[in-house]
């Protein structure tokens, strides 16, 4: 089955920084790859996502990047404020079953 | 937009007891709903694909027989953690993907969690 890693588990930035968390993932059928933000005791929020076929989105201070090749894709956030500090968590979605497979999760904290 | 809704948010309740989840998509059908454990500080950790109308599809290491699913319609899947013991405190959190979109490729919708806590 699939199997998703991800890293730094932790990560902190100074205000305004740029912040970077990477996952790979073991399964080449796997072609939807979502981000997750989750602040303590809450619902994981959908903060961006890429599908197989591109290799890079964009939305504003968050982008993403794949690599299907390496089976790799990264979370980058720019200008990072302190309303980003929570935990994130990268996925790797099968087309078939809707499955998510979560990473480890990366705690976040912006420092300002 | 989608909405799952998760209920209740909060259970205590002693060594021994039942405790019922359900898991409803408020304004969309899902035929396909998620289960979710997550321990403190520690990932969602897929127990269950829950299926309208048919058995549920357990991950490996999940009993089947604590951890009972029902999705007896199409906007409602339950899980019923048999028999709980203080080490099935945890968060369970419901997820479905939502309703008219391209399959295998879209975002899923949680609910809010359940915060069990067994004494």
């Known amino acids: 089955g699939e199997n998703v890693e991800q890293h730094p588990s932790t990560l902190s930035v100074q205000e305004g920084d740029s912040a970077v968390i990477k996952c790979t993932y073991s399964?080449?059928?796997?072609?939807?790859f979502p981000w997750y933000k989750q602040e303590l005791g809450k619902r994981p929020q959908l903060i961006i996502d890429i599908r197989s076929n591109v290799g890079e989105k964009k939305d504003q201070r968050i982008a993403v990047t794949l690599n299907k090749t390496a089976k790799h894709f990264s979370l980058h956030i720019t200008e990072t404020q302190p309303e980003d500090s929570a935990v994130y968590f990268c996925a790797a979605a099968d087309s078939g079953t809707y499955k998510y497979i979560f990473g480890t999760g990366t705690r976040l904290k912006v420092l300002a | 937009g989608a909405v799952v809704s998760q209920h209740p948010s909060w259970v205590i309740c002693k060594s021994g007891t039942s405790v019922k989840i359900e898991c409803r998509s408020l304004?969309?059908?899902?035929?396909?709903m998620f289960w979710y454990r997550q321990f403190p500080k520690q990932s969602l950790m897929l127990m269950a694909t829950s299926n309208e109308g048919s058995k549920a599809t357990y991950e490996q290491g999940v009993e089947k027989d604590k951890f009972l699913i029902n999705h007896a319609s199409l906007t409602l899947s339950t899980l019923t953690v048999t028999s709980a013991h203080p080490e099935d405190s945890s968060f369970y959190i419901c997820s479905a993907p939502g309703q008219g979109q391209v399959i295998g490729n879209q975002p899923q919708h949680f609910g809010d969690g359940t915060r069990l806590s067994i004494l």
């Open positions: 399964d080449s059928a796997s072609n939807y």
């Open positions: 304004d969309f059908q899902a035929t396909t």
